[in-house]
């Protein structure tokens, strides 16, 4: 089944770190990107990180409101994507799903991507 | 700028066809991609590129860009399609993304 999975949230006191994971299945998980997104409740959704794969020399990307404090990695031979987050505070309370995107050329040669798969969602709360 | 802005609400009645908008400078070169989102549950794709619908998706929604607005139209409105509307496109970087805020269909 093609599916992605996340796992690792929970309850965190703000200046506190949590490692998220998401486990992938079904496709080539080494041949594609992973980007990460989350909704804060009643909110909409907020693109939060992305990291490529290794033909793309694993580049990764933040949403200016995580650099330095989150970090994006995989593992390809585990076919798993990781999303390490530290100094957590509260406006980082959110489910947090992985999505994964497909990459294509628009009609002028850009290249645009969209996601055509998500997991569930995990949900992670910075609280004291 | 990199932001989308879209309409927090919208409310339709059964059977009749809505439009829900979606604004940002990124729209005048990019096609965004639209998402539903029912309560509880994660975004499921709906349009992407130019007006593509992937498997699976009612041939009622369709997707539409003039200058700075991209559009989601529903026609025919049905009971299951309320939900939460998402537009996503790049950011000005070209290596980003940005959602809109997502739009609230309420079904009449």
């Known amino acids: 089944e093609v599916q992605l999975v996340e796992s690792g949230g929970g309850l965190v006191q703000p200046g506190g770190s949590l490692k998220l994971s998401c486990a992938t299945s079904?496709?080539?998980?080494?041949?594609?990107?992973i980007h990460w997104v989350r909704q804060a409740s009643g909110n909409g959704l907020e693109w939060v990180a992305h990291?490529?794969?290794?033909?793309?020399?694993?580049?990764?990307a933040y949403t200016a409101s995580v650099k330095g404090r989150f970090s994006v990695s995989r593992d390809d031979s585990k076919n798993m994507a990781y999303l390490e987050m530290n100094s957590l505070n509260t406006e980082d309370t959110a489910v947090y799903y992985c999505a994964r995107p497909t990459y294509y050329f628009d009609d002028i040669g850009r290249l645009d991507w969209y996601f055509d798969l998500w997991g569930r969602g995990i949900l992670v709360s910075v609280s004291s | 700028s990199s932001e989308l802005t879209q309409d927090p609400a919208v409310s339709v009645a059964l059977g009749q066809t809505v439009r829900i908008t979606c604004q940002g400078d990124s729209l005048r070169r990019d096609y965004p991609s639209w998402y539903q989102q029912k309560p509880g549950q994660a975004p499921i794709l709906v349009i992407y590129?130019?007006?593509n619908r992937p498997s699976g998706v009612p041939d009622r929604f369709s997707g539409s860009n003039s200058g700075y607005t991209a559009s989601l139209t529903i026609t025919g409105v049905q009971a299951e399609d309320e939900a939460d509307y998402h537009c996503h496109s790049r950011d000005s970087s070209g290596n980003q993304g940005v959602f809109g805020g997502g739009t609230k269909l309420t079904v009449l």
């Open positions: 590129g130019k007006n």
């Open positions: 990291i490529r794969s290794k033909t793309n020399n694993y580049a990764t």
């Open positions: 079904g496709f080539t998980f080494s041949g594609s990107a």
